[in-house]
């Protein structure tokens, strides 16, 4: 009785100890799981305030962009609110540019207009604003992004200077857009030529109404002088 009673004992004690050991070792587990996961989530905000910092930090934020979708913090602020809520879709006054492509032109989601070519080329002042900073700046289809698409072009297309690829067609007519955008341009040359072409014709029409005029009135004053001394006109 006695040696069962102690082979008992002795049984429970190696399982006592066996299960002391698996508890510590699961404690044991745990803590480094835990202290693990502190680490990871610990370099996961610190990467995340590095970011942050970085971002924040730069001279020029306009070029922060928290969800990296190429459409700058700011600009996203100003179309809907936060730094990352806009799908770069939206087109408040339905004018076919972007809200964001139109905030970066001139600073609103309603300031850029489609058709506005102050210079009389073909390309609208709000590509120009973008590509070089003003409404009257010069541009054409000479400057080119990396895949050889005039970056005023490429504005139009999908609102940067480099994201147009050059087989974009949007009318799918089998002509990429790129090459439609590129041959309704009038190099600024012939513009300025036609534009004084214009104003010397006008001129000279004004001055031959004039002429006629003064021509008319010499007449007139003849015939009723004519008729005041009785001479046939």
């Not at 459409?71 to 799908?87: K, S």
């Not at 309704?184 to 001129?203: D, E, W």
Request: aromatic share 4%.
């Amino acid at each position: 009785m006695t040696r069962v009673v102690f082979l008992v004992v002795k049984c429970l004690r190696r399982r006592s100890i066996a299960l002391t050991r698996a508890v510590v070792a699961i404690a044991v587990g745990i803590a480094f799981a835990v202290a693990g996961g502190g680490v990871l989530a610990t370099a996961a905000t610190a990467s995340t305030i590095a970011a942050s910092s970085s971002c924040s930090g730069q001279r020029d934020v306009s070029t922060c962009d928290a969800d990296d979708d190429t459409i700058p913090d700011v600009v996203e602020r100003e179309v809907c609110g936060t730094a990352t809520c806009a799908t770069g879709r939206e087109d408040r006054d339905k004018d076919g540019i972007a809200d964001w492509v139109e905030v970066m032109a001139c600073g609103a989601t309603t300031c850029a207009s489609p058709t506005k070519d102050s210079v009389g080329d073909a390309i609208p002042d709000y590509a120009r604003q973008i590509v070089c900073g003003s409404a009257t700046c010069w541009t054409g289809n000479a400057e080119v992004n990396d895949n050889g698409v005039p970056t005023w072009a490429s504005v139009v297309i999908c609102g940067t200077t480099e994201c147009a690829t050059g087989h974009e067609d949007y009318d799918a007519d089998g002509v990429s857009d790129a090459v439609e955008l590129a041959a309704c341009v009038i190099p600024r040359s012939l513009a300025s030529t036609g534009a004084g072409v214009a104003i010397g014709l006008i001129a000279a029409l004004a001055a031959a109404l004039i002429a006629v005029g003064v021509l008319l009135a010499r007449k007139r004053h003849l015939f009723a002088a004519a008729l005041d001394t009785g001479a046939p006109a």
